[in-house]
């Protein structure tokens, strides 16, 4: 199954199709295994567990209920991290952009180069980038392809640099000072994510840290004080008793 569209088309209507497209897939194409693949785990799951384990048929409903989303969860994680991929390339992308035309290419020539050159060949941001460009050679409006850019991903800074390119088109600014301020503004956010990330991974790190120091802290600090308590009241029981 192809996982990008092959032609510019039409931005994807309903809920399946922009989810569908938001994962990387043309909705067309994976409308029948998808429909295919729910009929399936709505059977056989609910069936494949009742074999060994004996449940009521409230149980089985709740079952059949998660199978049949099953596929939806797993477009829905693909989606997640095809975004991940995308921004992770996005400033460095812009700024090969802004390289491309300050170099004296148009807009349209500099985006198809930097879509062959800058990103690795079955990048998601590749496969978008060549979409858009196909578009545009099909005579598509460019301020209608990149928005449309937009709206497949899903990506909010995506849809700010779409509408700063509109914006910018309009009152005739420099497309290029445009998105090398949009370049900085992602490289900004990248190093945020980072230090995030690493906040993350330090706090997850703590929990090992503190399941092995806690009992070594009670052997070696608490359970001493609580036998010098217990041996101080026997003491004095035996004193005053």
């Known amino acids: 199954m192809s996982t990008i569209v092959e032609t510019a088309t039409a931005d994807p209507?309903?809920?399946?199709?922009s989810l569908a497209r938001q994962a990387g897939f043309d909705p067309q194409q994976l409308r029948l295994p998808y429909?295919?693949?729910?009929?399936?785990l709505v059977v056989l799951l609910p069936l494949?567990?009742?074999?060994?384990?004996?449940l009521g048929w409230l149980s089985l409903v709740m079952i059949a209920l998660v199978a049949f989303l099953i596929p939806d969860f797993w477009l829905m994680n693909r989606r997640g991290r095809r975004k991940v991929r995308i921004l992770q390339s996005l400033s460095s992308f812009l700024d090969l952009?802004?390289?491309?035309l300050t170099s004296g290419l148009d807009i349209e020539e500099a985006f198809r180069r930097a879509g062959i050159r800058g990103l690795p060949a079955g990048h998601?941001?590749?496969d978008e980038v060549r979409l858009v460009s196909d578009e545009i050679a099909a005579g598509k409006d460019r301020s209608a392809a990149f928005a449309g850019l937009a709206a497949r991903t899903a990506i909010p800074d995506l849809h700010a640099l779409a509408s700063a390119l509109e914006l910018g088109s309009r009152l005739g600014f420099p497309v290029a000072e445009?998105?090398?301020?949009?370049a900085e503004i992602q490289r900004e956010k990248r190093v945020e994510r980072g230090r995030k990330r690493i906040d993350r991974a330090v706090i997850l790190a703590l929990f090992p840290v503190l399941l092995c120091g806690l009992p070594i802290l009670f052997m070696v600090v608490v359970l001493p004080i609580i036998l010098e308590v217990l041996k101080t009241v026997d003491l004095v029981k035996f004193l005053f008793g």
Do not use: D
């Open 13 to 17: 209507q309903g809920w399946f199709a």
């Open 35 to 40: 429909w295919t693949a729910k009929a399936i």
């Open 48 to 54: 494949a567990i009742a074999e060994f384990f004996p």
């Open 97 to 100: 952009l802004v390289s491309l």
């Open 124 to 126: 998601p941001l590749a």
């Open 178 to 182: 445009i998105l090398s301020t949009q």
